[in-house]
């Protein structure tokens, strides 16, 4: 029997509409799904709070086995996911398996969290004993999207369900299987008590209830940087936490004594992997004077060789875009800088969702996509003269997610990325990477910092409490 059996994906029935789940790179209906309303928002919010009690009580090790076995869950239904995600959110089944080992992993570690130490003992003025603890901060909401869906759900349902908590999790309608039933299915399989773990597919207003609800004090929140100020601003009004990993322009600092037969699969994968889909996605090559021009005309001719196509049905290295209003946004971006002077080394076509990867050299201040995220398969690529100049660029913007910088002096490179504020860093590699043992978010308009990951995740899903015990009653003047 399949994990995702569509006759259990949704037990409990939901009230926000009917939705079509459809395959990108063919535009076949895969199935479907009801969404959820405020109302669900509201249900699911009450089962959760009272369930979660139970589950934070029970001994570590029963959390623990849990998601160790959810982990295995995960490599047990590899073909029936991998599928999936391939159909579903277009990616290449290298991706798919990519995000189903970072799965396992963030259960596997997440099951180390169940027994991590939650506290200090303080010292105290007074004659008792003084110390901390990490407690469940009770029911955390989650909202992921589109285009790592797997990984960008499990990496804050994990811990939190490890560290006691309930979870409401809120995929992108677009990606509900594969970044939400999914999840559903493998904890049920791994013996997560009911109550515990509730999927509401939905759009903005779904969200807007998540974070509004009084039952959810923290909000993870995983999307664009616009989405994620109005996330932030409204977890501010109801005093609650959000934890906001959000959109990047990151940079791949090239210099003058770089390997150029090395770096240009290093270039390309930055830019080009998952159709440039990633937060993370290389959106501005910084390459020294010397190696500006045959940079371009070496990531041109790597970019015309790769194969664009439907990912299930053939072996290419791009497949589709999510939809067409992202593939209307990415070819605005891209037609306006040319318009604006950039030449077009590469691409800029597209048939259906199928966007050619594309290499714009040229670039400046102005150059729309240079200086916004584009989220789709685009590489800009500008020259520098300095080291200075190339920190001031790479420097520039709003964002600081991920940075990369490529030479042979690793020291120097170090030297360099010290002068760059970005909250991940690389040397000799481009910008796209996550591990589960690592700690991952970006800083200004990338988010509030590394909230996952290790040491990050205690502090995310849990709230420290001061507790003290005297051995008799204090007493005090009057």
């Known amino acids: 029997m399949p994990l995702l059996d569509p006759k259990n994906w949704q037990p409990r029935a939901l009230a926000g509409g009917a939705y079509t789940i459809t395959e990108p ?33 029970l001994p570590h090790f029963e959390r623990a086995a849990v998601l160790r076995r959810a982990g295995d869950a995960f ?43 939650g506290g200090q003992v303080l010292p105290s003025e007074a004659p008792r004993l003084s110390y901390t603890r990490r407690v469940p901060v009770g029911v955390t909401g989650v909202i992921a999207p589109f285009n790592a869906p797997l990984i960008l759900s499990i990496r804050s349902v994990a811990p939190a369900l ?66 994620g100020r109005a996330v932030g601003e409204a977890a501010g009004r109801h005093l609650k936490r959000a934890h906001l990993e959000l959109g990047g322009n990151s940079a791949l600092v090239v210099l003058e004594d770089a390997d150029l037969d090395a770096v240009i699969s290093t270039a390309a994968w930055g830019s080009f992997f998952h159709q440039g889909q990633i937060c993370m ?66 691409g800029g076509a597209h048939d259906g969702l199928f966007y050619r990867p594309t290499v714009l050299a040229g670039v400046d201040d102005h150059t729309p996509a240079y200086t916004e995220e584009v989220f789709g398969p685009v590489a800009p690529v500008r020259s520098f003269a300095t080291a200075d100049e190339a ?48 700690p991952f978010g970006g800083i200004a308009a990338s988010g509030t910092g590394a909230r996952f990951g290790g040491e990050a995740n205690l502090e995310a899903f849990t709230e420290t409490r001061w507790t003290t015990v005297r051995g008799d009653t204090a007493t005090y003047p009057f």
Not at 93 to 116: M, T
Not at 305 to 314: M, S
Not at 420 to 434: E, W
Request: aromatic letters at 4%; hydrophobic letters at 45%.
């Open 25 to 57: 790179a063919t535009g076949e209906q895969l199935g479907a799904l009801t969404l959820a309303g405020g109302d669900d928002v509201d249900a699911a919010a009450e089962a959760a709070h009272a369930a979660q009690r139970a589950w934070a009580a």
């Open 75 to 117: 490599a047990a239904h590899a073909g029936e996911l991998r599928e999936w995600l391939v159909r579903e959110s277009g990616s290449i089944p290298g991706k798919a398996d990519f995000e189903l080992h970072v799965a396992a992993q963030e259960c596997y570690e997440a099951a180390a969290l169940a027994s991590r130490p």
């Open 162 to 227: 490890a560290l006691g908590n309930a979870v409401l999790l809120k995929p992108d309608p677009r990606t509900a299987v594969c970044g939400g039933l999914a999840l559903a299915a493998v904890f049920a399989e791994a013996g997560l008590p009911e109550g515990l773990l509730h999927v509401l597919p939905g759009g903005a207003e779904t969200g807007q209830a998540l974070v509004a609800h009084p039952r959810v004090p923290v909000i993870s929140f995983t999307g664009s940087t616009a989405a």
């Open 281 to 346: 996605t290389t959106g501005r090559h910084l390459v020294h004077a010397s190696l500006y021009e045959e940079y371009v005309e070496r990531l041109a001719a790597k970019a015309a060789a790769l194969a664009v196509g439907d990912p299930h049905r053939e072996q290419v290295h791009l497949g589709p875009l999510i939809d067409q209003g992202q593939l209307s946004k990415v070819h605005a971006l891209v037609e306006a800088s040319t318009a604006h002077g950039a030449k077009l080394a590469e």
């Open 391 to 438: 920190a001031a660029l790479a420097a520039a913007g709003p964002y600081g997610l991920s940075l990369g910088i490529v030479t042979r002096d690793t020291a120097r490179g170090l030297a360099l990325a010290d002068r760059i504020p970005t909250g991940i860093a690389h040397i000799n590699d481009q910008t796209v990477n996550d591990e589960a043992v690592a």
